[in-house]
């Protein structure tokens, strides 16, 4: 089952190995991936840039740049998406080793239908409105756009990349989000038109490279103000929109930079209909000349160079400029710029070729020339963002890791934030530098930037520095990207590993996540006897632990001789379920450590290396001996001694005689919690059958994917959750959303609801509960209480005319009606529905009541009339419908019911009882 990467030239490194870790991330090199195997949109033109000096050079500043922030005492820098993405694009190839993007927007296509299917179905618990976000809502996640009203500055739009469209009424505050169900999550760029209502345009795939980007469905467009969006249809299959830009001269004449279908793109209607009007590889960047709608620039990337293209009539045709920044060889040759409004004719750019050195155009971007004499910012393909002051056209801020300033015309260079993960001072890595729209350079000075962290502000960018002038925009930008996810019922802790925001902690009752350690975060886990202790990782199986609740955390993992160089970028580590003391990590090789609470902790190699990583790990609940573990070439081994000192270990599916799955990156094991003989895999891959069972130790297999409208999608299964009481209640989490079944996976539902179409990272049953928690990659944690819903007897009923009333009702669950349906009633009498909340005790008097006092002989009140609805039955049938509340609080409340029907004669009273019921809520 070994995987056949395809690979270029460029990538053969990315392939082969991991970047070097340290105590300090890994620095951002310059080897982007194949985004597309052997069939990308770079394949044959991608070269390695490492010897290029300017490469050299900017590495050398970046490098310095990342020895003074662990200078000053940071744990571990965020942001290493080169090797993010090597890693998550290995995991979405075939076992042919091919990426089709195309496969992507197929998959999301077979989720809508299976979400339309279940529209009003719940099925295993994950109902309509059971759903809670848990945030964090004070750390937002990675944003390249942001768009403000010019009419009313406080009003402003966001683009997560994974986390869709957000907007703020109080100049970002505060954040809501704007439909999680428009169709893509993946907003790169945004565009404004002003007036009454706005116009917006969002541009979805994030084009520049880095391996977690998500894949884009063109351009979707608002005409009522940003309330909802819809989607261009002529633009549903492109992939990646970098930018998109309105005319200052018309507003229907817009200009899209892509990367798929490539080239820059022209519309004259809004975006109903488009030309590509210059072709290229990938347009990273275009914009118009806010003075004048006939000239625009961009930069275009072509045969592995980017150069700066202009046009003087709209964007209708192209020229290659003349001098200057012709050709930047690399994909970190990246280009970015920006008019200086207060000088017609002006262009500055930043560029990655030299580390983010600024050049300058005087003549419209038809001739260019360096101006930065000194160190540039460190730009390179991932972040570089450029403004200038729109009073003042020698005041530049350029964004890479840091932002920095130019009062000299892009002369020189100096810093001014020092930020780091949750903190006042900007989040690393900048996207976007845009001003408030009432900017004059003297009364107003408003500034604010995108960038991994979210948003951020400050009210004088004259003074805005390292130490102070800056603040956070990002309360409730609930758009955080996890890889993994752990949470403790008891205590109500939840934890997590994410994208540049470190591992983040969220104690009970809050929304509000602490820093437990920096840089990327990964896998997570939580010691369910003493959930003090957290454990986590660093990139590479650096293993840390807190042992205050996530306060703070510290490596142990120097004992594990592969961690930082011989790992996933994201490392498989799992708690056994049976020892809290005992945890697996999963490097080139398994090690394992049976006293992770130790103050020292020894690791032992209990799995050599196969010359592939360990992607999963999966310890049997109930029997500490049985581990599997799995590899990213798709082999998977098994043992049945896993406590011995040398455990013995066989191949399930080798690659070789024995093989019977596709050849996969196995994105996850579960082993099931009562026969260890029954077995779980899900594999990798925008292919079908992502979901495979066994439940003979792995000599035969089934498919669970099914097909259909009742089947899951073709896409990696990232996730896998059992039900901790219903052996049959499976839960996945794959790149298109979560889905569920009730019948041990003969079928899948999902819905509309809760993360909806998100990238799902990871699904795990807080320890000692029945709350499924959901690790999202853009829209944060969420979890969701499942509970099924109940119906059950509770007390019998008497005779009438007719028999013995029997009720029986339908499934309680949140936001539904509950049909209640009482047989046998005398015809066409009246009849009550009796509805309560106890059966101990009613008007003081103790339940269940005998009603012989009242002249019924032989009937009882069995619950509480707390309300009672009546009406003449209709043939003896008496139906009645109850609305119940969608508020997820209401979740596991018990009620209970019963029928008293008027049937003249039948006795003193003339009326009889049916049967009681006790209902609980569920989803």
Not at 216 to 224: L, M, Q
Not at 305 to 321: D, L, M
């Amino acid at each position: 089952m070994r995987i056949a990467l395809l690979c270029t030239a460029a990538l053969a490194a990315a392939c082969s190995s991991p970047v070097p870790g340290t105590n300090a991330a890994p620095p951002k090199t310059d080897l982007p991936a194949n985004a597309s195997g052997a069939a990308s949109d770079i394949a044959g033109g991608a070269t390695a840039v490492d010897a290029d000096a300017h490469s050299q050079e900017r590495r050398s500043v970046l490098l310095a740049r990342r020895a003074e922030e662990a200078a000053a005492g940071r744990k571990a820098l965020p942001g290493s998406p080169d090797a993010a993405m090597r890693w998550r694009l290995e995991r979405w190839r075939d076992e042919f080793g091919a990426f089709d993007a195309t496969r992507v927007d197929a998959a999301r296509a077979e989720r809508d239908a299976n979400a339309a299917h279940h529209a009003a179905i719940d099925d295993a618990g994950i109902g309509r409105y059971g759903w809670i976000e848990r945030g964090p809502t004070n750390i937002g996640g990675r944003t390249r756009s942001l768009v403000i009203n010019p009419a009313n500055p406080s009003e402003m739009f966001a683009g997560a990349v994974g986390g869709g469209v957000w907007r703020s009424t109080n100049a970002g505050s505060s954040w809501t989000r704007v439909d999680d169900r428009m169709g893509n999550l993946a907003i790169c760029s945004m565009a404004l038109v002003p007036g009454t209502p706005l116009t917006i345009y969002a541009g979805t795939g994030e084009g520049f490279y880095n391996g977690d980007a998500i894949v884009g469905r063109g351009v979707y467009k608002s005409t009522d103000g940003g309330a909802s969006f819809q989607s261009l249809a002529t633009t549903a299959s492109w992939q990646y929109v970098n930018r998109i830009v309105v005319s200052p001269s018309n507003p229907n004449v817009l200009l899209a930079a892509t990367r798929s279908p490539g080239g820059i793109q022209r519309s004259t209607n809004g975006g109903a209909s488009w030309t590509q009007v210059r072709s290229a590889t990938s347009v990273m960047q275009v914009l118009f000349d806010p003075n004048d709608g006939n000239k625009c620039v961009a930069d275009v990337y072509e045969s592995n160079v980017h150069r700066v293209v202009y046009s003087t009539n709209g964007g209708q045709t192209w020229t290659n400029a003349a001098t200057g920044l012709v050709s930047q060889a690399g994909l970190d040759g990246r280009i970015e710029m920006c008019y200086a409004p207060s000088q017609p004719g002006t262009i500055y750019a930043s560029c990655g070729t030299g580390g983010g050195l600024i050049w300058r155009s005087t003549d419209g971007g038809v001739n260019w020339t360096q101006r930065t004499t000194s160190a540039g910012s460190g730009a390179a393909w991932y972040y570089n963002t450029l403004w200038v002051d729109p009073t003042d056209a020698n005041f530049l801020v350029t964004g890479a890791y840091h932002l920095y300033k130019s009062v000299d015309g892009g002369v020189t260079l100096t810093r001014i934030s020092n930020g780091y993960i949750n903190t006042a001072q900007p989040h690393p890595d900048q996207h976007q530098v845009i001003a408030d729209p009432g900017f004059n350079g003297s009364t107003n000075r408003r500034v604010y930037i995108t960038n991994d962290g979210g948003v951020y502000t400050t009210s004088d960018i004259r003074t805005a520095s390292t130490s102070s002038g800056w603040a956070r925009r990002e309360q409730n930008y609930r758009s955080t990207q996890f890889y993994g996810a752990a949470g403790d019922g008891t205590s109500g802790r939840i934890t997590g590993g994410t994208q540049d925001n470190g591992h983040l902690t969220i104690q009970s009752g809050s929304s509000t996540a602490s820093l437990t350690f920096g840089g990327d975060g990964g896998y997570a886990a939580i010691d369910w006897t003493n959930p003090n202790y957290i454990y986590g990782e660093y990139v590479y199986a650096r293993v840390h632990r807190s042992t205050n609740g996530g306060s703070s955390a510290s490596y142990i993992d120097g004992g594990i001789s592969e961690a930082g160089n011989a790992a996933n970028f994201i490392a498989p580590l799992t708690l056994d379920p049976n020892n809290a003391q005992r945890l697996y990590v999963g490097a080139a090789s398994l090690w394992v450590t049976n006293n992770a609470r130790a103050s020292t902790v020894a690791w032992t190699n209990i799995k050599p290396s196969v010359s592939s990583n360990i992607a999963a790990i999966a310890v049997a609940p109930g029997n500490a001996n049985v581990v599997w573990v799995g590899h990213n070439d798709g082999r998977i081994y098994k043992t049945a001694n896993a406590t011995a000192a040398s455990p013995t270990w066989t191949a399930v599916d080798d690659n070789g005689a024995t093989n019977p799955l596709p050849n996969r990156f196995i994105e996850r094991i579960v082993i099931d919690r009562t026969d260890s003989n029954t077995v779980f895999v899900g594999l990798g891959g925008f292919s079908t059958g992502n979901l495979r069972k066994t439940s003979n130790g792995g000599a035969n297999w089934i498919d669970l994917s099914g097909s259909g409208v009742t089947g899951l999608p073709a896409a990696p299964v990232n996730a896998i959750a059992q039900h901790p009481l219903l052996n049959d209640r499976l839960y996945v989490g794959t790149e298109v959303g979560i889905f569920a079944s009730q019948n041990g996976g003969a079928t899948w539902s999902t819905s509309n609801d809760g993360p909806a179409d998100v990238s799902v990272y990871d699904l795990a049953f807080l320890h000692n509960s029945t709350t499924l928690l959901a690790g999202t990659h853009g829209r944060g944690l969420w979890t969701i209480a499942i509970r099924e819903p109940a119906v059950t007897a509770l007390g019998p009923g008497c005779a009438g005319t007719n028999g013995v009333p029997l009720l029986s009702a339908t499934a309680p669950r949140l936001g539904s009606n509950v049909t209640f349906t009482c047989l046998g009633l005398r015809q066409n009498q009246f009849a009550w529905m009796v509805y309560g909340f106890s059966t101990t005790t009613w008007n003081g008097n103790p339940l269940p009541l005998n009603l012989s006092s009242y002249g019924m002989p032989g009937c009882f009140a069995h619950t509480s009339a707390d309300l009672t609805v009546g009406a003449v039955n209709t043939g003896g049938i008496l139906l009645a419908n109850l609305p119940l509340s969608a508020a997820p609080s209401t979740l596991g409340s018990v009620f209970h019911a019963q029928t008293l029907g008027v049937d003249p004669g039948v006795n003193a009273l003339g009326g009889v009882v049916s049967n009681a019921l006790t209902l609980t809520i569920g989803n």
